[in-house]
């Protein structure tokens, strides 16, 4: 066998690039094999939690900044959750409104807590006040759900909750779903991705046994594991550092796929740059927060969860990767051999094409979706592609906080929903 000198140099070429290149690509083949391996998960559906008798008690919280136009249908369908209702009380926090937020909110019978800090603006700002005012209202809660305030959510939520606490699950997100799938490319666009999320990642962990994540709404976490780790969220995705912060505490994030929420998805394709910008950017500090806690403990209490959980968090890196190895091999000029390398077979990269063509109709099929929005699926591959572009402006732009609401109109009701 024949070894080449990382210092010596073939037709004036430097063969360094190519042990660069190998690495690269060997990490890329053993993202694609791993996250092939995981979607297998996503085949088969679990086993419904067995039915109980309703008896937790539920704090329905919705943060909510400039919702007016939104409000009162999510209120609508929390009244008509098939959930007895002195078992839960439901609440709004308007936070920094300049609308008609909170009276709407009232009007629709909820309980309203006006929130104004201009310093301190946010979803996880405004979940921390709930949290800090219903500690001190004396009532005992079971458990807080939490949802957007553009969310409709299907009537069996509280129940399927209900169930699945009783069942020993402590932090649980649902299914997320969109109301307005058929509104634009990029808002089918952005349905394909929380559809392919909720059965290939979600559900996919969730048989195999591994920590979920939490979706930002949809989500029911149990009153003791709020008292013990807190809410004290510092990065964009509250949702997600929630749940690596769960993790270090030994609570799994689960998934109800029996039960869904409904959000709506942005319209623009500019708007979404924004919004996923926001939610990479927030991945990018939970994964320089929290992964190394959770390496630390998943070796030193030889916790596979825990240590599979970092790995997961490191997607965004998973796309520096692939991108640092497919432009070394554009620089290369695309013919290693003249350097003496043979590249790696190629099979994995083309099963995730074709997985990303296949996933979306097995997605249509497994969990029955509707139909029209899949007339934008050739332009998929154009949002696809453009997350590479957000992932690496937040791989670059990690420190940036900046919170920028999403502005939401569709205020449909449950009922008029077309599935």
């Given at each position: 066998m024949t070894y080449l000198d990382p210092a010596a140099t073939v037709i004036g070429a430097p063969v360094w690039p190519v042990w660069l290149l190998r690495g690269l690509e060997a990490a890329v083949v053993f993202v694609v094999v791993y996250n092939l391996a995981v979607y297998l998960g996503g085949l088969r559906n679990p086993r419904p939690v067995p039915r109980t008798a309703p008896r937790m008690r539920f704090a329905v919280l919705i943060p909510a900044h400039n919702e007016e136009a939104v409000i009162g249908p999510l209120?609508?369908?929390?009244?008509?959750?098939?959930?007895?209702?002195?078992?839960?009380?439901?609440?709004?926090?308007?936070?920094?409104c300049s609308d008609g937020?909170?009276?709407?909110?009232?009007?629709a019978g909820a309980h309203v807590w006006e929130r104004f800090d201009t310093r301190r603006r946010g979803k996880q700002y405004a979940i921390a006040y709930a949290l800090e005012r219903l500690a001190?209202?004396?009532?005992?809660?079971?458990?807080?759900?939490?949802?957007?305030?553009?969310?409709?959510?299907?009537?069996?939520?509280?129940?399927?909750?209900?169930?699945?606490?009783?069942?020993?699950?402590?932090i649980i997100q649902a299914y997320v779903d969109a109301k307005n799938p058929d509104d634009s490319w990029v808002a089918a666009a952005f349905a394909f991705s929380f559809w392919m999320s909720n059965r290939w990642r979600l559900q996919a962990r969730h048989n195999w046994g591994l920590c979920g994540a939490l979706a930002g709404t949809g989500m029911c976490i149990a009153w003791e594991v709020l008292e013990r780790v807190g809410w004290d969220a510092r990065t964009l995705t509250e949702d997600l550092e929630f749940s690596a912060k769960a993790l270090l505490h030994g609570y799994v994030t689960t998934f109800a796929r029996e039960t869904r929420i409904y959000d709506e998805k942005v319209t623009g394709f500019v708007a979404s740059c924004r919004q996923r910008l926001r939610w990479a950017r927030g991945n990018v500090q939970v994964m320089l927060i929290h992964a190394p806690r959770l390496?630390?403990?998943?070796?030193?209490?030889?916790?596979?969860?825990?240590?599979?959980?970092?790995?997961?968090?490191?997607?965004?890196?998973h796309l520096l990767v692939t991108a640092a190895a497919s432009s070394l091999t554009v620089l290369a000029g695309?013919?290693?051999?003249?350097?003496?390398?043979?590249?790696?077979?190629?099979?994995?990269?083309?099963?995730?094409?074709?997985?990303?063509?296949?996933?979306?109709?097995?997605?249509?099929?497994?969990?029955?979706?509707p139909l029209r929005p899949y007339r934008f699926l050739p332009l998929l591959p154009i949002f696809q592609y453009s997350w590479i572009l957000v992932v690496l402006w937040a791989l670059l732009t990690p420190r940036n906080r900046q919170w920028v609401p999403t502005v939401h109109t569709r205020a449909v009701r449950l009922g008029e929903l077309s599935r």
């Open positions: 209120i609508e369908s929390l009244w008509r959750q098939e959930y007895p209702r002195h078992l839960y009380d439901v609440f709004v926090i308007a936070d920094n937020t909170a009276a709407a909110a009232r009007a001190g209202l004396g009532r005992r809660y079971d458990a807080v759900a939490m949802f957007d305030a553009d969310n409709l959510v299907e009537p069996n939520f509280l129940q399927v909750m209900n169930d699945r606490l009783a069942a020993g699950e402590k390496l630390w403990a998943g070796v030193r209490q030889l916790d596979p969860v825990k240590f599979e959980f970092v790995f997961d968090l490191t997607r965004p890196l695309g013919d290693l051999s003249r350097w003496g390398w043979v590249p790696l077979p190629d099979w994995p990269l083309r099963l995730t094409m074709l997985f990303a063509v296949i996933g979306p109709l097995l997605v249509l099929v497994l969990d029955r979706l």
